[in-house]
C-alpha cells in the first residue's frame, strides 16, 4: 500500500476502467490525494492514465520548470488473480511510459506489484554504480524476473532498502510475509532520496490508535524523503535573458569532415579505454577517458557561434509573473512521500 500525503483537485484522481459485475468487494485500481497546501507552488494534472491501474501524475512548479515531479502509482494484481492480468503486457507498458515522460520531470514509481525478486540485485554490476539493497525476503516468482528486467533497462531501482529508514516487510498476513510494494527511482535520483521507512500495519496501530471496523489491512504503507532543492528562487529580473554561461557554443551546420580525424590522439585514447574496460572492467572510467577526447576535437575543428550584442541582446522579454508579488522569496517545499512543507 502506498500512502500519498500529496487533496485534492476536484476529488481524487482514480484508475480502474473495468470492474467485474460479479464481484463481491471493490478490488484493483489506483487513486492519488494530494494536499491542498502542494497547489500553492505546483499545478497538478494528469500527466497519462491510458492503461489500466497505471496512473501518472505531473506536478508542474509555478516559479521553476527544473522542479517539475512525475510520480506514477500503480498495481499489478496477483498471478492466479481472477482478474485478467499480464505482467509482461504490464511492465512493457510501464518501460514505455518512463521512456515517455523521463523528462517531464523527477521520475518515481510506487505501488503493489506482487513481484519477489528473491536475492536478484536491481541493477547490473560492474555496471551500474549504486550501493546494495538490503534483501529481506528471499522468495522469488515470475513477476519477480520481470520487474529486475524492467528495472535495468530504464535504470531506475529500488528505494526499499537502500535509502536510510526503517526497511521491513510490506504485506503480512496469515499466508506468510512478502515484499511486493516497492518506491522505484531513477539511479542519479538516489543522492535526493534521504530516507523510506516501511510500516507495519499492527506497529502503527499500536502507535496512532487506529480503528478498523473489518479486517487489518495486509500492506502497510511506505514513507519516503526527498530533497528537491534546498533553495528555489525566482528571480524574474533575468527572465528572458540568455544564460550566463562560459561553454560556448559551436555551430554544427559547419561540422566538419575531418572530424576525429587525429589518428595518433585518437588511438591513444582508445587504448586507454580498451585498458579500462579488459584490465579495470571499470565502464565509467572508459567514459571519463571519452569524453575529453570530443571536447577537444570539438574545440580544435568546430566553429563556435557568435555571441549577439547590442541593445536587443539584452531586451527582456514580458515576464508571466510580473503580476505577482514577493516571487523572489518562494518557500521552499521539498517532499515527503511526495511532498511535505519544510521546517527550514
Same mark, same amino acid.
Given at each position: ?22 464481484? &463481491? ?27 489500466? =491501474?497505471?496512473?501518472?501524475?505531473? !506536478? ?10 512525475? *510520480? ?39 505501488? +503493489?506489484?506482487? @513481484? ?12 551500474? +554504480? ?8 528471499? @522468495? ?8 529486475? =528486467? *524492467? ?7 529500488? !528505494? ?7 526497511? =521491513? ?12 510494494? $516497492? ?6 535520483? !538516489? =543522492? ?6 516501511? $510500516?507495519?500495519?499492527?506497529? /502503527?496501530?499500536?502507535?496512532?490508535? !487506529?480503528?478498523?471496523? %473489518? ?19 525566482? +528571480? ?13 557554443? $559551436?555551430?554544427?551546420?559547419? *561540422? ?20 579500462? /574496460? ?27 557561434? &557568435? ?7 539584452? %531586451?527582456? &522579454?514580458?515576464?508571466? *509573473? ?10 521552499? $517545499?521539498?517532499? &515527503?512521500?511526495?511532498?511535505?512543507? @519544510?521546517?527550514?
Amino acid at each position: 500500500m502506498i500512502i500519498l500525503k500529496l487533496v485534492v483537485i476536484n476529488g481524487m484522481a482514480y484508475n480502474r476502467k473495468f470492474k467485474n459485475a460479479k464481484t &463481491k468487494r471493490g478490488s484493483g485500481g489506483v487513486g492519488v490525494l494530494i494536499k491542498v497546501e502542494v497547489l500553492d507552488n505546483f499545478s497538478v494534472s494528469i500527466l497519462d492514465s491510458s492503461v489500466e =491501474d497505471i496512473l501518472w501524475i505531473k !506536478l508542474s512548479h509555478k516559479y521553476d520548470d527544473s522542479n517539475n515531479i512525475c *510520480f506514477c502509482v500503480c498495481y499489478l494484481p496477483p498471478e492466479g488473480s481472477s482478474r485478467l492480468n499480464d505482467g509482461e503486457k504490464f511492465y512493457n507498458d510501464l518501460l514505455q511510459q518512463v521512456y515517455c515522460y523521463q523528462n517531464e520531470g523527477f521520475v518515481y514509481i510506487g505501488g +503493489d506489484v506482487n @513481484s519477489r525478486c528473491g536475492s536478484e540485485q536491481d541493477y547490473i554490476q560492474g555496471v551500474d +554504480d549504486i550501493n546494495d539493497r538490503e534483501i529481506i525476503d528471499v @522468495s522469488s516468482n515470475k513477476y519477480g524476473d520481470l520487474l529486475i =528486467d *524492467f528495472l535495468t533497462s530504464c535504470n531506475l531501482c529500488m !528505494l526499499n532498502g537502500r535509502a536510510d529508514g526503517n526497511n =521491513d516487510f510490506t504485506c503480512v498476513s496469515k499466508r506468510g510475509r512478502s515484499v511486493v510494494d $516497492y518506491v522505484f527511482a531513477p539511479h542519479e535520483q !538516489l =543522492d535526493m532520496c534521504t530516507s523510506c521507512d516501511v $510500516y507495519l500495519m499492527s506497529n /502503527l496501530i499500536v502507535d496512532t490508535g !487506529l480503528n478498523f471496523e %473489518k479486517s487489518i489491512p495486509d500492506h502497510g504503507p511506505i514513507v519516503w524523503t526527498v530533497n528537491v532543492k534546498k533553495d528555489i528562487a525566482c +528571480d524574474t529580473s533575468n527572465i528572458g535573458q540568455a544564460p550566463n554561461t562560459d561553454r560556448p557554443r $559551436y555551430n554544427l551546420k559547419r *561540422f566538419p569532415l575531418n572530424f576525429l580525424n587525429n589518428n595518433k590522439h585518437i588511438q591513444d585514447t582508445i587504448d586507454k579505454i580498451e585498458n579500462e /574496460l579488459v584490465t579495470n572492467k571499470d565502464i565509467n572510467s572508459a567514459y571519463t577517458e571519452f569524453v575529453p577526447l570530443i571536447e577537444k576535437e570539438m574545440k580544435d575543428t568546430v566553429p563556435v557561434l &557568435k555571441t549577439p550584442t547590442g541593445p536587443s541582446s539584452n %531586451k527582456r &522579454k514580458k515576464s508571466l *509573473f510580473e503580476n505577482h508579488i514577493g516571487l523572489k522569496n518562494v518557500p521552499h $517545499y521539498g517532499i &515527503k512521500c511526495v511532498l511535505k512543507k @519544510s521546517s527550514g
